[in-house]
């Protein structure tokens, strides 16, 4: 069975939520250990989505059964936090996520929830700092840090409490490149080290990272699929208002000018030489 | 820093020259950029004729946080440049750059500790008339101006400036339909409230609130940061109609050099409070060893297009330069593909 | 920058006061009080005056910085002066001059004077004693945190010690968040033509409110999101938490804690048998 698995959920906010996001019979399994992409544009659905699974909010038709648990049966507190600390989660705003003054005991705040013992609780701030290169910023106070800085912060904070998948929100839309960067490496290695990764995003160069893209549209699932799968369907994209990376782009183009390349590209020499192939052997 | 460009009259030889001068190890590139500039004559004259269209002159800026504390802090320093009419001016730059400080300085919201402002010629801080003429005439947009929102109709909210100015209530009607015409807004959003917008609608009718103002010099700070790429575009696009139906300049912030390669005619580097670098997109984005230097990541399509140069130069074809978006991409490699008769 | 506004006045440091408990500080700053109030003759307040200016250098605070936090006490000091000149000599007091016109009744006295000075002093040193032990060598959230331990037996009679601490600590983080955005939403409204700064009261105030509609719905909004975050990193009150510090007294604590209460004695004992220098 899949880590996580939505069956034909459906949800709607009520009218004085004012929020337009709704999701339609939506089906998806999430595979233990899997990087998955979730890419729509602003409003799609995505981080509706999100906060479904983690029981932020409640689900009103369909299921999701995460680690053999049924999301929408949860009723004591307890599954419900267990629940969480599998999947955690890390949001766009860093300023909005951090609640202590100095940076270790923001960290500590999750499993301190938890209970863990004191001892260990330090001994895993100490671990996830050094895993998020925040090492030496562990007494700083947080608001003098960097937009990145804060959110490698904050996923250091979800890393103390050992999830088992970690879905980022829209974690890198409000950083600098630099920022964005180090958040995506970040993301890379934590998929690495074997947890589920989620990544919520509206920018194709991020969603090319991924095991599996899956593009969200008006609440359903509009494509789904490997990244160069995903990104070859540049017009199917064009559709939704969204973008494949420049380099796509181009070989899209250049496919509909007449000329024989291939649907995606994986990098800029890949596509040199594709492009010079056209000029003859 | 670097000048690729004198003001003045004779444009484009100076700029050969400069560089040759500057970079006495690479010859070949001010070769280069000289043969570039004599391929683009009608870009070359247009540039000559306009050079004294300057609206904003800023002159040796200079600002420090916290000044005379042991915390203070240089955030611009010494930094000059012109803003000219009807062009896309854009800033990059890393966080902390200086950017933002600079931007405040534009319409006087800061006062430089030394250097000027010169808003067509005349300096915004003598007096608080000219202060006040300067915060009108120079619109400036923040990073995520939705947050400024605040009356209970979107209407009302694009109002605001225009009220400030005094203007007649039929003449602030037309402003606001005026504004929305830029941004894309739809009409029947006027009577909703802004908080029940969705995001990229709220961004807009920020935007909006200062287009209603009709600035001379219209200055945005990341008007797309966290919009989709349908959203970027909308925004970007009623840039230039503004641009172009109003001859206003317009200054933007942005992180991203597609974006910038896309939109922006002229484009300044901003490093540790510095400039570094200013200059036409061309010039600018041709500079690769800065570029690098300053940690800031030329688009892909041009890496794309220089690597392509070097492949088809050894097959003696010649690639042009200046290739930074997909559409110049295109038209670049179909134009060269029809000569070759390889279609 | 806005951004490098520090909170109260905190100086980060390691000297023994800072390593000192912050629970323990708050019982020694007690004992203090009790210590400057029972210091009732000018030998006492004398000692406990050069101990409490010996607390700077112990806890490597720069004087000057000291002495700002006592400056806006000068106003109080004033007052008191002349409230204490004014008031009349009891009898038996030395008068040295006097004037009498119907009720009001102005004298000097070496006891009134006597009593103004020391009452001064008292002041200065209740506000220099507390703030060093304190507010310069504890960071505001040590405090909060060891006002909700001492406060911890409250929560047997449901007096909710944990969600004040909880709530002053969030304070504390978003403090200077929302004064970044206050300035940035006035430097944007300002951008629009908005003049905060012309005019009489009540256009001025008029001209803030799209500065605090703006801020409000941004502070509803920091409320919600950091509660959702809170929400999956699976907080639910003070219930079944742990703490990754756990404070505990050490020798040094007990110690410090010793030593007041020993010098507090010394001076309730001295003042007793103070004799004809017990003025106050």
């Not at chain 2, 200079?62 to 800033?91: H, L, M, Q, W």
């Not at chain 3, 007052?79 to 102005?106: N, V």
């Amino acid at each position: 069975m899949s880590f996580i698995e939505i069956k034909n959920l459906s949800h709607a906010y009520n009218e004085d939520d004012h929020r337009e996001e709704t999701i339609h019979d939506l089906s998806l399994s999430i595979e233990r250990g899997e990087f998955v992409a979730l890419l729509g544009h602003n409003g799609s659905g995505k981080s509706t989505l999100a906060k479904l699974i983690t029981g932020i909010l409640d689900i009103q038709s369909g299921q999701i059964i995460a680690d053999g648990t049924d999301v929408s049966k949860i009723s004591g507190e307890e599954e419900l936090f267990a629940l969480r600390r599998k999947i955690g989660m890390v949001f766009q705003n860093p300023d909005d996520q951090l609640v202590a003054t100095v940076v270790e005991e923001d960290i500590a705040f999750g499993p301190e929830n938890l209970g863990v013992e004191p001892q260990e609780i330090r001994r895993r701030v100490r671990n996830s700092l050094r895993a998020v290169g925040m090492l030496k910023y562990a007494r700083h106070a947080p608001h003098k840090l960097s937009g990145g800085q804060k959110q490698r912060i904050a996923i250091a904070g979800v890393l103390a409490m050992m999830p088992e998948c970690i879905i980022f929100d829209e974690a890198t839309a409000m950083l600098d490149p630099k920022g964005r960067a180090d958040v995506m490496s970040l993301i890379s290695r934590i998929h690495k080290a074997g947890i589920t990764v989620v990544h919520i995003t509206h920018n194709m160069n991020e969603a090319l990272a991924a095991d599996r893209v899956v593009v969200i549209n008006e609440g359903r699932i509009f494509l789904e699929g490997t990244p160069s799968y995903v990104f070859s369907h540049v017009d199917e994209l064009h559709s939704v208002g969204l973008e494949a990376p420049p380099l796509t782009e181009l070989l899209h183009a250049l496919a509909a000018a007449g000329y024989s390349v291939p649907a995606f590209s994986s990098g800029v020499s890949d596509t040199v030489d594709v492009v010079e192939s056209l000029f003859g052997k | 820093m670097k000048k690729y460009k004198n003001k003045g009259v004779s444009d484009k030889p100076s700029v050969a020259k400069e560089t040759a001068l500057e970079s006495d190890a690479k010859p070949s590139v001010a070769k280069e950029t000289a043969l570039e500039s004599d391929a683009k004559p009608s870009v070359a004259k247009e540039t000559a004729l306009e050079s004294d269209e300057c609206i904003i002159r800023a002159q040796s800026l200079y600002y420090e946080y916290s000044a005379g504390t042991p915390f203070s802090k240089k955030a611009v320093d010494g930094v000059s440049f012109s803003i000219k009419r009807n062009r896309i001016t854009g800033i990059i730059g890393h966080t902390g750059s200086g950017k933002s400080t600079l931007l405040q300085m534009l319409n006087g919201l800061l006062v430089p500790m030394s250097g000027d402002v010169l808003l067509d010629s005349e300096s915004i801080f003598r007096d608080k008339k000219t202060l006040r003429q300067a915060r009108f005439r120079v619109g400036l947009v923040f990073q995520y101006p939705e947050y400024q929102l605040f009356e209970e109709t979107v209407r009302k909210d694009i109002s605001f400036g225009p009220a400030n100015l005094g203007l007649s209530e039929e003449e602030t009607e037309k402003r606001v339909s005026f504004a929305c015409g830029f941004t894309g807004l739809d009409e029947q959003l006027l009577d909703k409230s802004p908080f029940d917008l969705s995001g990229g609608q709220k961004r807009r009718v920020a935007i909006a609130g200062i287009i209603a103002m009709k600035p001379d010099v219209l200055i945005l700070d990341e008007p797309a940061s966290g919009l989709d790429s349908a959203g970027r575009r909308v925004v970007f696009d009623g840039l230039v109609n503004y641009k172009n139906s109003t001859g206003a300049a317009v200054v933007v912030v942005s992180h991203s050099m597609e974006d910038m390669a896309k939109y922006a005619d002229e484009v300044i580097v901003m490093a540790q409070g510095r400039m570094i670098a200013s200059g036409s997109v061309n010039e600018v984005f041709s500079d690769r060893k800065m570029l690098t230097e300053n940690s800031l990541e030329a688009p892909v399509i041009s890496i794309f297009a220089d690597e392509l140069r070097d492949r088809l130069a050894a097959r003696g074809i010649d690639f042009p330069k200046g290739i930074y978006t997909v559409e110049a991409a295109l038209s670049a490699i179909t134009a060269l593909l029809g000569k070759e008769g390889m279609h | 920058m806005i951004k490098d506004i520090t909170l109260g006045q905190y100086f980060p440091g390691g000297s023994l006061l800072h390593r000192i408990d912050p629970r323990m500080k708050i019982l020694v700053a007690m004992l203090f009080i009790i210590m400057v109030f029972s210091a009732t003759t000018v030998y006492t307040l004398a000692a406990v005056t050069v101990l409490t200016f010996l607390l700077p250098l112990i806890g490597r605070i720069p004087f000057k910085t000291v002495m700002k936090s006592i400056l806006p006490l000068k106003w109080i000091i004033l007052i008191m002066l002349i409230l204490y000149l004014f008031a009349g000599a009891k009898e038996g007091d030395r008068i040295l001059w006097q004037w009498q016109w119907h009720f009001i009744h102005i004298a000097f006295s070496v006891e009134g004077i006597a009593k103004a000075v020391c009452l001064s002093v008292r002041i200065v040193v209740l506000v220099l004693s507390t703030s060093v032990i304190l507010s310069y060598t504890t960071s505001p959230i040590a405090l909060a945190d060891a006002i909700e331990r001492l406060l911890a037996p409250l929560n047997r009679i449901k007096v909710p010690v944990h969600d004040f601490a909880m709530m002053i600590t969030i304070a504390l983080r978003f403090i200077p968040i929302l004064i970044e955005e206050t300035d940035k939403i006035m430097s944007a409204q300002a951008s629009r033509g908005a003049d905060f700064y012309t005019g009489n009261l009540v256009k001025r105030s008029k001209a803030l409110i799209p500065v605090f509609i703006p801020l409000f719905v941004s502070s509803v909004r920091h409320a919600d999101e950091l509660a959702t975050a809170m929400e999956c990193r699976c907080y639910r009150g003070g219930r079944g938490r742990t703490r990754m510090k756990k404070l505990t007294y050490t020798a040094v604590d007990y110690a410090v804690f010793a030593l007041t209460a020993l010098l507090l004695f010394a001076v309730i004992i001295a003042a007793d048998h103070a004799g004809g220098f017990a003025y106050l």
